[in-house]
C-alpha cells in the first residue's frame, strides 16, 4: 500500500457547514500510514474542534492554499468555488459532489486545471447511487420542514398548516418523484398528517410505494396529471433525479399560474439544475423568491443546514472509498472497485461523464 496526502479544506460555499472528513476517519487513514492534512476551523460548522482532528492525528494548516499545496487527494463536500479551482493541478484527485451538468463554468475550470474529478453523485452500485442517497434522504425529509414553514403566513404563504386539525381538512403535498429524496419528503408529509401524492413514471416503483406508503395517493407523472393538481397544491416537492445528468423541466411556468398564491415550491433537484422552468439557485442566507405567486425555496446545498448529521451520514459512505483510493491510487482502486469509474467526471483535461457531455454537446474524452 502506499502512502497518500489527503486534503481536507473547509467549505467555502453559502452556509456550507459540513465537512468532508470526521475525526474518527482521519484517525483510521493514520493508522494506514497516510497523511490527512485539514484547514483549522474545517469542521466547527458540524461541532468538531480542531482539537478533535489534532488528536486523531491531522495536521492542521491554516489556509486553503496549504491544504491544496500539500495534498494530492483532496476531499470535499461541494462542488469546488472559482478561488479552490483556481488551486487546482493535474497532479491532484479532487473527490466531492460536482453536479457539473448545470455548471458549464465549473466544468470548463476542472477541465482547463488538468485535475482528476470524482463526483461522489455520479457513483453508480446495482443501479443505486450510495454516495448520493444519505444527501437525499436528508433534504427529502427537510423538504418538507421548511416547505411548511414558508407556508406560514408570516412567511408569505397560504397560513396552510399541513397536518390541518380536527374539523379542517389537511394541506395538500404533491411529490414529484419517487426516489429516495421522494420517498423521504412523502414519509415526513405523511408523519405530519398532510394529504400527500407521489407522482412517477416507473410502474414497478409505483407498486412498491403503493405497498410501503398506503396513506400516501400514487399517479402516473405526466404534464396532464400536473396540471389537473396544480390548483389544489400547497406544496410541491421537486425530487425528479436522472444521474449525472441536468434535471428535466417538468413544470413551467404557465403551470404556476394555476397554483394557488402563496402556495409553496420546493425544487431539491436545484442541484442538477432543477425541475422547473423558475428555478434558480438560492443560499441558505437568502432561501426563497416569488415567481407568479408561488414561493419558492431552491437552496442548492440543503443538508448543510443539518451539518452535523449530514456530515456523518456522508462520511459513513465516503470513507471507503477515500480509504481505497488512499491505499491503492485511483488506477488500482478503479480496479478493485470498478464503481469507481463511473465517478470520474474529468481527468487529464478531458470530460469522462457521458452525461455532462451530453447537456452541453461536448466531446467525450477517453
Keep these: 500500500m502506499k502512502s497518500t496526502a489527503i486534503g481536507v479544506p473547509k467549505e467555502i460555499k453559502d452556509n456550507e457547514n459540513r465537512v468532508a472528513m470526521v475525526p474518527s476517519v482521519v484517525y483510521q487513514l493514520k493508522q494506514a500510514g497516510h497523511r490527512v492534512i485539514v484547514q483549522r476551523g474545517a469542521g466547527v460548522g458540524a461541532a468538531y474542534s480542531d482539537a478533535e482532528y489534532e488528536n486523531a492525528g491531522a495536521e492542521l494548516v491554516e489556509t486553503a492554499a496549504e491544504v491544496f499545496e500539500k495534498a494530492e487527494l483532496i476531499v470535499k463536500v461541494k462542488e469546488p468555488q472559482s478561488a479552490e479551482v483556481a488551486m ?3 497532479e491532484h484527485t479532487l473527490f466531492t459532489y460536482l453536479h457539473l451538468a448545470a455548471d458549464k463554468a465549473l466544468t470548463e475550470g476542472l477541465l482547463a486545471s488538468g485535475c482528476t474529478a470524482i463526483a461522489y453523485e455520479t457513483i453508480e452500485v446495482n443501479h443505486r447511487l450510495p454516495l448520493l442517497e444519505p444527501m437525499s434522504e436528508i433534504a ?11 407556508l406560514a403566513r408570516h412567511r408569505g404563504g397560504r397560513g396552510i398548516l399541513l397536518g390541518g386539525v380536527p374539523g379542517v381538512l389537511p394541506g395538500k403535498v404533491v411529490v414529484i418523484g ?5 420517498v423521504n419528503a412523502a414519509r415526513v408529509a405523511m408523519g405530519m398528517g398532510a394529504d400527500v401524492t407521489i407522482l412517477e413514471v416507473d410502474l414497478e416503483r409505483m407498486r412498491f410505494l403503493d405497498i410501503t406508503m398506503n396513506s400516501a395517493h400514487t399517479l402516473y407523472s405526466s404534464e396532464a396529471s400536473l396540471t389537473e393538481l396544480l390548483p ?3 406544496l410541491i416537492i421537486g425530487a425528479v433525479l436522472v444521474p449525472g445528468a441536468r434535471a428535466p423541466k417538468l413544470i413551467t411556468r404557465e403551470m404556476l399560474t394555476h397554483m394557488q398564491p402563496g402556495s409553496v415550491l420546493v425544487d431539491i433537484a436545484v442541484d442538477q439544475g432543477g425541475c422547473a422552468e423558475t428555478t434558480r439557485p438560492t443560499t441558505h442566507s437568502d432561501p426563497t423568491y416569488v415567481e407568479e405567486g408561488v414561493i419558492h425555496y431552491c437552496v442548492a446545498n440543503m443538508p448543510g443546514a443539518y451539518s452535523r448529521t449530514a456530515t ?3 462520511t459513513n459512505v465516503t470513507h471507503r472509498y477515500v480509504e481505497l483510493i488512499a ?10 472497485n470498478p464503481a469507481l469509474v463511473s465517478g470520474i467526471n474529468c ?3 478531458k470530460l469522462r461523464c457521458a452525461a455532462v457531455a451530453r447537456a452541453y454537446g461536448m466531446e467525450l474524452g477517453e
Design 88 to 90: 487546482l493541478r493535474p
Design 140 to 150: 427529502g425529509r427537510m423538504s418538507v420542514i421548511v416547505g411548511g414553514y414558508h
Design 178 to 182: 419517487g426516489g429516495t429524496a421522494g
Design 232 to 234: 389544489r397544491v400547497d
Design 312 to 314: 456523518q451520514a456522508l
Design 327 to 336: 491505499d491503492h491510487g485511483l488506477e488500482e482502486a478503479c480496479r478493485l
Design 347 to 349: 481527468a487529464g483535461g
